[in-house]
């Protein structure tokens, strides 16, 4: 990473941190988590551009939202409080239109977010990986 990319992220995190106590708030609510996965489903679905980077960072954002409602259903309580918050906070990040780089800048607009989300995802890998193979395992079965 060139020295211009991580200052970006380190602004990016900042602003991220800087709702740490929302994060909190919001991850010690199951009602919260719930809106606040609505909330990130809905400004997903009326995102426009559908490029590749968009596309993984939606992926990435989906398990986020899989696994913040199976944790405030209490099905998946396996979830570290540390990438709880990491994940809320990148989520209230990728909610707000007015972060390091405003969401309605065409072209650019979703970059800080797109690159703050993805930096979590890497963070917090091992715990989505667990949470993927739990989630795998406790399927319903489909009978024919």
Request: charged content about 30%; hydrophobic content about 40%; proline content about 5%.
């Amino acid at each position: 990473m060139r020295n211009s990319d991580d200052t970006f992220l380190q602004k990016a995190l900042r602003l991220m941190q800087g709702s740490s106590d929302e994060a909190e708030a919001i991850a010690r609510d199951n009602g919260k988590l719930d809106k606040l996965v609505n909330k990130s489903r809905k400004k997903m679905y009326n995102v426009k551009d559908k490029k590749p980077n968009i596309l993984n960072f939606f992926n990435q954002l989906i398990v986020f939202q899989r696994l913040l409602k199976a944790y405030s259903r209490k099905e998946y309580p396996n979830l570290p409080w540390k990438s709880l918050l990491s994940i809320v906070g990148a989520i209230l990040y990728f909610l707000n239109p007015l972060d390091l780089i405003p969401d309605f800048i065409p072209g650019i607009g979703l970059l800080d977010d797109i690159t703050l989300l993805g930096w979590v995802y890497k963070s917090v890998a091992s715990d989505v990986e667990k949470f993927e193979e739990w989630e795998y395992n406790n399927k319903p079965v489909l009978t024919e």
